[in-house]
């Protein structure tokens, strides 16, 4: 059954911004994916970003920016992203 005739609403999809970092760290590493609340936030910006369940809060540089994605093409469940405290 199709949902649109069946008398329900569609639900709007949120969008977001996403960014792409690697930590800038000498103990933890890698590249991780945040959300991006920050006008003007562009590639080699240096973050704050909080890891390990917020726990901590390190640097990172920014390796790519996604502008205006719907959170359902997010490159990761949305419940489950941390989002950019600041930039540096």
Do not use: Q
Not at 54 to 63: E, P, W, Y
């Amino acid at each position: 059954m199709i949902h649109s005739l069946s008398g329900g609403i569609m639900k709007e999809k949120r969008t977001f911004d996403f960014a792409k970092v690697e930590i800038l760290d000498d103990y933890y590493s890698g590249t991780f994916w945040y959300i991006s609340n920050i006008r003007g936030l562009k590639e080699n910006d240096v973050v704050l970003v909080p890891f390990k369940n917020g726990d901590i809060t390190l640097k990172a540089k920014v390796l790519r920016v996604d502008k205006n994605i719907k959170e359902d093409c997010a490159p990761l469940p949305i419940k489950r992203m941390g989002t950019i405290i600041s930039k540096i």
